[in-house]
């Protein structure tokens, strides 16, 4: 809003001083130039800059404020203790679990060990069974040859060596099924023993998860709150030196420049020298009232110079055009009228 109204400002100056130079009989472009190549104006302008940078600056550092007062409340002291807290919960967890897991996995060597001595006894019983069943077939094939040869004192030993022989085999099986529960009994303890490995493994890998996670969040905290202060001490910063600009373009020594140096181009143009008329015709001479007026208007351009220089203005303004500019118009009416009496 301030950049518009002293754009409008500006434009209305500019106006007053093309009017003001129109009726001053002065060129426009001159005019606008002593207006605008104004070392007032200039230092007018570049102190408007550097109030506007100025501003902009501290409200940029209110915004980082507000993010940083954000930022802090996000990484309170308590919400970071709380954090921590929860980390080294899970880190115990984590190790007991690990530990837990350890231990259980070491005894899996050993239990693999007791299946393969199960297996092993189980093999030997079915191979035991087995001869068994094979002397106790032989016996009958010889059973039937000497009942055929009609030895019945020899069938009958037979016989007693065939009801040994059921015997063994029975005692042999049942040895089997013991031993097949033996091997069932090891592979289930090694079974439980490896879920529970791995029961274990999958807590310390839960517990893992969630220390990381935790972590990831304190961490992100205490970063935004590390990153809000750096970009508030970097606006601080830039607001101290917008506001040493800001002060320097508004010092008297900038604002009231000591030397006069009229801009290019906004030169008065010289005085016009009147034509001399010749001896003979007498033409284009001008009469005695008509030097009196030109004098007389010297004197007062030279007056309002006076009290214009006498002011501290470095260029001509437009409210100083116009006041020249009335002044030479009266002073030519007058001299006018005079003119027109002698005739």
């Known amino acids: 809003m301030n950049d518009i109204l002293a754009r409008r400002a500006r434009r209305a100056t500019l106006g007053i001083a093309l009017s003001a130079a129109l009726v001053a009989g002065i060129a426009p472009a001159t005019a606008i130039a002593a207006e605008t190549s104004s070392p007032t104006g200039a230092v007018a302008l570049q102190t408007e800059d550097a ?41 115990e967890l984590r190790d007991k679990m690990a530990a837990q897991a350890a231990e259980l996995r070491e005894s899996l060597p050993t239990m693999q060990a007791d299946i393969d001595a199960a297996q092993a006894k189980n093999d030997e019983a079915i191979n035991r069974v087995s001869k068994l069943q094979e002397k106790l077939d032989n016996k009958h094939e010889e059973l039937k040859a000497v009942e055929a040869l009609g030895d019945e004192e020899l069938a009958e030993t037979i016989k007693q060596q065939i009801k040994s022989l059921h015997q063994e085999i029975v005692t042999a099986k049942a040895r089997v099924d013991f031993c097949e529960m033996e091997l069932r009994e090891a592979q289930d303890r090694l079974k439980r023993q490896e879920r529970q490995v791995n029961d274990r493994e999958r807590d310390a890998e839960k517990y893992k998860a969630h220390i990381d996670q935790f972590t990831a969040w304190r961490d992100a905290l205490l970063d935004n709150l590390e990153k809000a202060q750096a970009a508030y001490d970097d606006a601080c910063k830039a607001y101290e030196e917008a506001k040493a600009a800001a002060d320097k373009a508004t010092s008297p020594e900038i604002a009231k420049p000591t030397e006069t140096v009229p801009p290019s181009g906004s030169a008065q143009p010289a005085e016009a020298t009147p034509p001399v008329g010749s001896p003979a015709t007498g033409k284009d001479a001008l009469p005695s009232s008509t030097k009196q007026a030109n004098t007389s208007s010297g004197k007062q351009a030279d007056t309002t110079a006076g009290k214009l220089a006498n002011t501290g203005d470095t260029a001509p303004s437009a409210i100083a055009l116009a006041a020249v500019a009335a002044a030479g118009l009266g002073i030519t009416a007058t001299a006018t009228r005079r003119i027109k009496n002698s005739k």
């Open 51 to 91: 109030a506007a940078a100025k501003e902009k600056a501290y409200a940029a550092m209110q915004e980082a404020l507000k993010n940083l007062e954000a930022a802090k409340d996000a990484a309170s002291r308590e919400k970071i203790a709380r954090f921590n807290d929860d980390i080294a919960r899970f880190q």
